[in-house]
């Protein structure tokens, strides 16, 4: 079972040489590898080498020529009645310089379940001591990208998959208190090599943005996870399912490992197309040398055929993949043309607002339709199809939490209301209360209060006006 995948740029700068010292220094540097420094001395020899102590294995291809540098290498490791391979394919062509990386593991045991997945050392390692590369417009970086006010075009290229980066970008948008939902350069760090991690430098540059991409810009602190090509996004909110920043780090860290593992990887960063470079390599020479190995030939012949082959295996389990998704989504189509909602002048100030509120209309409009009438079964059809995010409930049942048995607004509730999205204003005879920086949305708290309901009285005023 795959349970990891990615192929990212690396510096330009380094050969075949330098990638398999990385190699190396990733291996040695495991304390639980039987392998020891005198098991690599033949590492480098071109064609194919192996090497083995216990029941660790390490196979390598390498072809080197003055157009192409290409290695591939297979780590076979067993713990227990697991067994873990990781394929790490190096591809340096005359532009660029590329690695692929994938991780699978299979247990003897059926009872047994197989550990999480998670991102392999060995991506650390090879981008430390081989550096990131270029991916189209962005370097592959171990920190975010922070853009600034003039970067407005690039990132209307990168959220509409313009700018032809191979990688995912997880665009980190401006709070409406300007702050950010998470640590982003962590995030970065979590994510490199698998994602460029790019942050909007303000709101303001939200609001331009979204003029430039026709309001697919995710806003107002929410993470947007964009796949290349301009093929769609997922959204992030903190709230809901992701209680902590934590959690909502290790969502879309999850979100981004599996789409990649369910991509197909670059034709030159795999086995089979190394091991079409060897085995052309080795017949090359054996014509040139006017060989007449017959059987020596034959056997490099077979070679070459079963890498095309398994390509073409790779190929076609794609295509039936694609198939696949394509009947899922249109099973889920609708017969006739659907219904697009334009939401006009409003966005979302926080999961799925807009969607409860239209949801909520249609709960009242259901209930005053003729019975058994053709709205009552399209209405009820729509109700039952589209489930209630829930996210304005649960701010209003904290709203009420904070100011039940309230008498002045104190670091507790100040914290726990700007937690909800509320500027708090303290001059003048009364607070003044701000949802989500929009001054459409503004409510008066007293300074001290005398009625020991009137803390409920307000969540009640602020639930009914705002959530």
């Not at 030159?268 to 020596?296: F, I, M, N, P």
């Not at 077979?302 to 076609?316: M, Y």
Request: one cysteine or more.
């Amino acid at each position: 079972m795959i349970s990891f995948a990615t192929e990212f740029p690396i510096a330009h700068r380094h050969r075949l040489p330098g990638f398999l010292d990385a190699v190396r220094t990733w291996i040695l540097g495991s304390p639980h590898t039987p392998l020891q420094p005198d098991d690599f001395l033949g590492l480098g020899t071109r064609g194919e080498w192996n090497t083995q102590r216990g029941v660790d294995r390490l196979d390598v291809l390498s072809h080197s020529s003055a157009t192409v540098d290409a290695a591939a290498v297979r780590y076979t490791k067993t713990d227990g009645d697991l067994e873990w391979v990781t394929t790490i394919v190096f591809s340096r062509e005359a532009d660029s310089s590329w690695v692929g990386i994938r991780v699978s593991c299979e247990c003897t045991n059926p009872a047994r379940r197989l550990p999480p997945a998670k991102k392999p050392v060995v991506v650390r390692t090879l981008l430390n001591d081989l550096g990131g590369g270029a991916d189209a417009a962005l370097d592959v970086l171990n920190v975010a990208h922070r853009l600034d006010n003039a970067d407005v075009d690039l990132a209307a290229r990168l959220l509409t998959g313009r700018t032809k980066c191979r990688l995912p970008v997880v665009y980190v948008s401006s709070g409406f208190d300007g702050g950010y939902t998470l640590d982003c350069d962590r995030l970065a760090s979590d994510l490199a090599g698998m994602a460029h991690v790019v942050v909007e430098p303000n709101r303001p540059f939200s609001l331009r943005l979204k003029l430039d991409v026709g309001d697919e810009n995710v806003y107002g602190g929410t993470i947007g996870v964009y796949w290349p090509d301009g093929a769609g996004r997922r959204s992030f909110f903190l709230g809901g399912a992701h209680d902590t920043p934590g959690d909502l780090a290790h969502a879309i860290i999850d979100e981004v490992r599996s789409a990649l593992v369910n991509r197909r990887s670059l034709d030159r960063c795999t086995w089979s197309a190394v091991q079409t470079l060897v085995s052309r390599s080795a017949l090359d020479a054996l014509k040139a040398a006017g060989s007449q190995e017959v059987d020596k030939y034959c056997d490099e012949f077979d070679k070459e055929l079963k890498a095309k082959d398994d390509l073409l295996r790779g190929a076609e389990k794609e295509i039936g993949r694609l198939q696949a998704e394509i009947r899922k989504y249109e099973a889920r189509a609708p017969m006739g043309a659907g219904l697009v909602l334009r939401t006009g002048t409003e966005s979302d100030l926080f999961e799925s607002e807009i969607a409860d509120i239209v949801r909520d209309a249609m709960e009242d409009a259901a209930s005053r339709v003729t019975a058994d009438s053709r709205r009552a079964h399209v209405l009820a059809a729509i109700l039952a199809a589209n489930a209630v995010g829930g996210a304005a409930g649960k701010m209003r049942e904290r709203v009420k939490d904070l100011l039940r048995g309230m008498t002045t607004v104190d670091a507790k509730i100040r914290r726990g209301l700007e937690d909800l999205g509320f500027a708090i204003d303290d001059d003048g005879k009364h607070y003044k209360i701000v949802f989500k920086s929009d001054d459409r949305y503004t409510f008066t708290l007293p300074k001290s209060g005398s009625d020991h309901r009137g803390g409920l009285n307000a969540a009640s005023d602020i639930g009914r006006l705002f959530l």
